[in-house]
Each structure stands twice: as C-alpha cells, then as structure tokens.
C-alpha cells in the first residue's frame, strides 16, 4: 500500500515566529497580500501583530474580516470579491479554523475560477491550480489547519456543513507562534485544545491510518494531554505545547482522514452554532466507546501517551476503558460538558444523523455506521 504524506512547504515554530512573514513574502515575490482575520482578533489587537509588521517592513496590505465563526458560502463569495478589487497576490490568514478555512475556498477559487460556487467543492476536490498563496498564522491550537487540505464551511440555507478535501489548498507557510495564541480566553483554549486531541485520536484509529501517521497522532496525544490544562491556565509552558501538539495532529490527520466524531460535530455546530471543537470534546468519549472493538491494541497506546499508570500492563480491554477515563477526565477539567442536555432536540435529531452518515468524515471511521447507529449516539448524550 502506497500512503500519501502532504505537508507545508515551510513552517515556522516557536515564540516570535511572525517576524518572518515579511521575508517569505518577498523572497516569494508577493507584494501585495490580503489579510483575512475576523473582528474580534481586529477588535482585541491580535491582528496588529501581525500588521505591525508589515507596517514596518512597508508592506501594503488590505484586511477582509467578513468571517463568522463557523464561516458561511457568503463569507467566501465576498472574500473572493474583496480579494479581487484588492488586485491581491496572496493571502495570509490569521486566526483560527475560521479564518483559514474562509482563506483556503477562497483562495483556490480565483485561481479556479469555473468552482466559484464553493458548494461545488465539497467532497474531494477536483481543482487542478494550487491555491493563490497562503501564509497562515493561528491564533488557537486546535484546528492545524494551517497545515492541512481540508476545510469546512456553512450551507446555511441547509444548515449543515461540508468539508472539501483538496491537495491544493494548503498553505504554502505556516507560522506557528505560540504568542499569537496567549489572548484565547479559557474555553475557547479547551474547546479548540479537544479539538486537536480528537483530530490526534481519529487519526490514529482511522482506516486510512498508516506508521507514520500513527507516530505523529501518537506525538501529539503525549503533547495535547501534558499540555492542556497548563495552556487553559495560560502558562507559557502549556501554550508552547499546545501549538506544537495541535499542529503534529493536523500533519497526521489531515493526510489520513477522520471519523464520525467529526462527522457528527459538524451537524451540531452548523444547526446549533455551536463551537466546532466543543462539539468535538463532548463527543469524543461516546465516538471511542463506539469503536473500541474496531482499534486493535491503539486504546493502549493512547493510554500510555496519556500517561496514564500501568497502561503497559493493561489487557486490551482493560486499557480501553484506561484511554476513555483518561480523555474524559482531561475533558471534565478543562470544563467542557458531558453532554448535549439542553442543546440537542429531539426532532433534529434524525436530520443530524443523516447529516452525519453523508459527510465526508464519516467513510474513515474504523467501525462501519449507519444512520441507524448515529441515531442512537446522539439520544445517548441527551
């Protein structure tokens, strides 16, 4: 079997690490970027990192902030206006998932221009230009989408989400920066943080999981789970970790896919406008507990990343029920709920399933699924 690995051309880690944006712009030749980041990082100043810079540098730019947290077609198909009467050569998105996800649809669609409805995306991509370049800076560790070729956005005239997955889109230069993410409050620090462990667990579960993937989902159990809790406390430390651990797990994940955890996510966070990686955390138990059966002795190793005592010892089963304890033990501190109570209602809940079973995450699960299933999962968490 032959795996595919794709990653950045060049990635920046460490404190400081912005202070190359202006050099991989011009030794890229581009002179004119448009800066994608939402209102409240403009609002709070931690865009101005990354402007001031340029600013000093003498770098002409424009900023598109018309992005919403779970960014819609609308965001897209005026990023691409904007970036048009821009007359923009490349693009550096700031932020989150958010940011770079409206980023990425636009970006390939002005250089494939004949995709410009973006729901014509969806799936497995069939463009054949690269993206117009893309230097992306998070603010959050969780989303690695600076890192890879996915990204998702909101139908909301049919509230769900779709994923597209295309090689194309990934941004040329990554700038991991753990200052840019000291501002995130605290749940959005544990929403995005679970979000990172959840991308590290599917994607070592997964069907398409390979040796090499497992070695990073494996790096980044070790890196999310010591690092977490110290990063929701805004310790240096804990950040540091954080940007490293969630970044590994979008290298992993992102060349072998998901599962139903994310599948189903994306149907809560599209219908109830609810954080992407909350979704994800409060998920991730009943998703694993679903698949335990279906992941050979990768419970244990999860485990034993987790540092939980005596998982080497542990039989299979033993050290399954380990891996799960310790997941929602981390989830429990770092705040996020046990449940959907008072979130998921009942008639929605057929129309998440079927949701869930048709996105593009759900083919990867170790455990086949139906709706049938998915049904049951959702009323168990409410």
Same mark, same amino acid.
């Not at 109570?341 to 079973?357: P, T």
């Given at each position: 079997?032959?795996?595919?690995?794709?990653?950045?051309?060049?990635?920046?880690?460490?404190?400081?690490?912005?202070?190359?944006?202006?050099?991989?712009?011009?030794?890229?030749?581009?002179?004119?970027?448009?800066?994608?980041?939402?209102?409240?990082?403009?609002?709070?100043?931690?865009?101005?990192?990354?402007?001031?810079?340029?600013?000093?540098?003498?770098?002409?730019?424009?900023?598109?902030?018309?992005?919403?947290?779970?960014?819609?077609?609308?965001?897209?198909?005026?990023?691409?206006?904007?970036?048009?009467?821009?007359?923009?050569?490349?693009?550096?998105?700031?932020?989150?998932?958010?940011?770079?996800?409206?980023?990425?649809?636009?970006?390939?669609?002005?250089?494939?221009?004949?995709?410009?409805?973006?729901?014509?995306?969806?799936?497995?991509?069939?463009?054949?230009?690269?993206?117009?370049?893309?230097?992306?800076?998070?603010?959050?560790?969780?989303?690695?989408?600076?890192?890879?070729?996915?990204?998702?956005?909101?139908?909301?005239?049919?509230?769900?989400?779709?994923?597209?997955?295309?090689?194309?889109?990934?941004?040329?230069?990554?700038?991991?920066?753990?200052?840019?993410?000291?501002?995130?409050?605290?749940?959005?620090? &544990?929403?995005?943080?679970? *979000?990172?462990?959840?991308?590290?667990?599917?994607?070592?579960?997964? %069907? @398409? !999981?390979?040796? =090499?993937?497992?070695?990073?989902?494996?790096?980044?159990?070790?890196?999310?789970?010591?690092?977490?809790?110290?990063?929701?406390?805004?310790?240096?430390?804990?950040?540091?970790?954080?940007?490293?651990?969630?970044?590994?797990?979008?290298?992993?994940?992102?060349?072998?896919?998901?599962?139903?955890?994310?599948?189903?996510?994306?149907?809560?966070?599209?219908?109830?406008?609810?954080?992407?990686?909350?979704?994800?955390?409060?998920?991730?138990?009943?998703?694993?507990?679903?698949? &335990?059966?279906?992941?050979? *002795?990768?419970?244990?190793?999860?485990?034993?990343?987790?540092?939980? %005592? @005596? !998982?080497?010892? =542990?039989?299979?089963?033993?050290?399954?029920?380990?891996?799960?304890?310790?997941?929602?033990?981390?989830?429990?501190?770092?705040?996020?709920?046990?449940?959907?109570?008072?979130?998921?209602?009942?008639?929605?809940?057929?129309?998440?399933?079927?949701?869930?079973?048709?996105?593009?995450?759900?083919?990867?699960?170790?455990?086949?699924?139906?709706?049938?299933?998915?049904?049951?999962?959702?009323?168990?968490?409410?």
């Amino acid at each position: 079997m032959v795996n595919r690995i794709i990653l950045n051309e060049t990635s920046y880690h460490g404190a400081g690490a912005i202070a190359s944006i202006p050099t991989e712009l011009k030794n890229r030749g581009l002179k004119t970027p448009i800066v994608f980041s939402d209102p409240d990082l403009i609002k709070f100043g931690v865009t101005k990192k990354v402007t001031d810079i340029l600013d000093k540098e003498g770098i002409k730019y424009t900023i598109y902030s018309d992005i919403k947290p779970n960014p819609t077609i609308d965001n897209v198909k005026n990023g691409v206006k904007a970036a048009k009467k821009a007359k923009a050569d490349s693009i550096i998105a700031i932020g989150g998932g958010s940011s770079m996800d409206t980023a990425k649809a636009v970006g390939i669609i002005l250089t494939n221009p004949k995709f410009a409805d973006v729901r014509s995306l969806e799936g497995l991509s069939p463009t054949t230009k690269p993206s117009k370049p893309i230097l992306a800076v998070p603010t959050t560790a969780g989303t690695a989408a600076e890192v890879t070729i996915n990204y998702v956005i909101t139908d909301v005239e049919k509230k769900r989400k779709f994923v597209c997955v295309d090689p194309h889109d990934i941004p040329v230069v990554a700038f991991v920066d753990p200052d840019m993410m000291s501002s995130m409050p605290k749940g959005l620090t &544990a929403f995005t943080g679970m *979000d990172a462990l959840t991308h590290a667990i599917e994607g070592l579960i997964t %069907k @398409g !999981a390979c040796a =090499m993937t497992d070695m990073m989902h494996l790096e980044a159990i070790r890196l999310i789970s010591s690092s977490l809790r110290d990063a929701v406390a805004n310790k240096p430390s804990g950040r540091a970790g954080m940007a490293l651990g969630q970044y590994i797990a979008g290298m992993g994940f992102s060349n072998v896919g998901l599962g139903i955890d994310h599948s189903m996510a994306h149907g809560l966070s599209a219908l109830y406008d609810m954080p992407h990686g909350k979704a994800c955390a409060i998920l991730l138990p009943t998703a694993m507990k679903f698949n &335990a059966t279906k992941t050979g *002795d990768k419970y244990k190793k999860i485990a034993i990343a987790m540092g939980v %005592k @005596g !998982a080497e010892k =542990m039989s299979i089963a033993d050290a399954r029920k380990a891996a799960i304890a310790a997941v929602e033990k981390l989830s429990k501190d770092v705040g996020i709920p046990a449940d959907l109570k008072g979130v998921l209602k009942e008639e929605d809940v057929q129309f998440l399933a079927e949701s869930a079973y048709a996105d593009a995450c759900r083919p990867g699960n170790p455990r086949e699924v139906t709706v049938k299933d998915i049904v049951k999962l959702y009323k168990g968490l409410m």
